[in-house]
């Protein structure tokens, strides 16, 4: 069996997965989201495997998952690579009489996404930090601003 006639399948075995941890099931739009992501990453591994360039933008769809991914408390670095590379058992379980050869090239594919998945989620949390410390900077000029009216109106704070 080619892997075109098992992408989606594997794509929609990887879209559940992503979603199980969760006790409520999303909404719509998060599912769609993860459904988008995990298509063009399977569309690219496919392409991958036949050794031809793929036109699908591998970095943007690997970007979008690890965005979501870096957003969750619940994963660490560690847990939302191995999103990715949770891939390799769930090719297997789609079809379990892959040849070796097919296991080697999907496995191969599903590594270099995963190195690209380690640099995009970490560049997501660096934009969460800058984010968070922002948030911090700006709340430190609000009290310092409450406290010059304070000082201008009232006079000096008390001790």
């Known amino acids: 069996m080619k892997l075109k006639n098992r992408k989606d399948k594997i794509a929609t075995a990887w879209k559940e997965a ?20 995990t298509k063009r990453i399977m569309d690219y591994i496919d392409s991958f495997c036949k050794g031809e360039n793929s036109n699908v933008d591998i970095v943007e769809a690997v970007d979008d998952l ?8 619940k994963l660490g670095p560690g847990d939302s690579i ?4 949770y891939l390799k058992n769930i090719a297997l ?5 892959m040849s070796i050869d097919e296991f080697v090239r999907f496995s191969n594919a599903v590594d270099e996404v995963a190195c690209l998945a380690f640099n995009k989620y970490m560049e997501a949390k660096e934009h969460i930090y800058l984010l968070r410390v922002k948030e911090k900077e700006g709340l430190i000029d ?18």
């Open 18 to 37: 992503l979603l199980s941890g969760y006790a409520v099931k999303p909404m719509v739009e998060i599912e769609e989201y993860i459904e988008s992501c």
């Open 66 to 73: 690890m965005r979501y991914l870096a957003t969750d408390s």
């Open 82 to 85: 191995r999103q990715i590379l």
């Open 142 to 159: 609000m009290l310092r601003k409450a406290m010059s009216y304070y000082e201008k109106y009232y006079g000096e704070l008390p001790e």
């Open 93 to 97: 379980k789609v079809d379990p009489k």
